[in-house]
């Protein structure tokens, strides 16, 4: 179900976006302990496809699609099958 998902998410952001630039960032983050809390280092993949006003991100189990001409925002949580939609007035 889950790559179903993400198979239509990719989909919809190649429809929407032309994929202008595709920015691959790799991401390091230290093991540090802070207030007696430990986390652990980790390592993430953030991918982006821009337009011109067109924005898809994606990042661990989170995608991300803005449209700035149709003023939409979605917000697809890949882990429990989520979508929120947003839109400004």
Not at 41 to 66: C, F, H, P, S, Y
Not at 72 to 85: G, T
Request: hydrophobic share 45%; no cysteine; charged share 20%.
């Amino acid at each position: 179900m889950k790559k179903a998902l993400f198979m239509v998410i990719v989909l919809a952001a190649a429809l929407l976006l032309p994929a202008d630039v595709y920015i691959r960032t790799n991401v390091h983050t230290d093991a540090f302990s802070m207030m007696g809390q430990n986390q652990p280092a980790k390592d993430e993949v953030t991918e982006q496809w821009l337009n011109n006003n067109q924005l898809a991100n994606r990042t661990g189990d989170r995608v991300m699609i803005m449209d700035m001409n149709k003023k939409l925002m979605y917000v697809v949580n890949l882990k429990d099958d989520s979508v929120v939609d947003t839109w400004s007035e």
